[in-house]
């Protein structure tokens, strides 16, 4: 699609960002990694903006003493309309890096996403939609 396209309402897809060497497969399903920082939104297609119910959602990032540890590892499923929720500590910033959570989003005709979220000092919620490329 033309920038021009995505200018008149449609979806474009979410920036894609380094996976980082702490990336683990199959994290277990769970809707928290912790307390106190909620994180919603949704999974859709660029372009048509069609939320992709069924996509999968996996996040991973540092504990709250910096490390990156199996407790700080999740995945779910989006819901209806692609949405999705869970809650976590919030992540310290490390390494010289700003707080960010990683996260990877995929659904089948569609490419991979890895991407990272960085969220400021202070907050509690925040709302991040994963919109993928279509294959
Ligand atoms: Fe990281």
Known sequence: ?????WAQGTCPPTRADMEGPFYKPDAPRREATG???????AVKSSG????????????WQANPGGE???AHRGSLVAGEGGRYRFET???PPYSGRPSHIHFKAS??????????LYP???????????????E
């Open 48 to 59: 048509s903006c069609a939320p992709l119910p069924g996509a999968r959602v996996e996040w």
């Open 89 to 91: 500590d919030f992540p």
């Open 35 to 41: 307390k106190g920082f909620a994180v919603t939104g």
């Open 120 to 134: 400021r000092a202070g907050q509690t919620a925040v709302t991040f939609d994963l919109v993928l490329i279509k």
């Open 68 to 70: 990156y540890d199996d």
């Open 1 to 5: 699609l033309a920038p021009a396209a």
């Open 107 to 116: 659904a089948p005709g569609y490419r991979v996403l890895t991407t990272q």
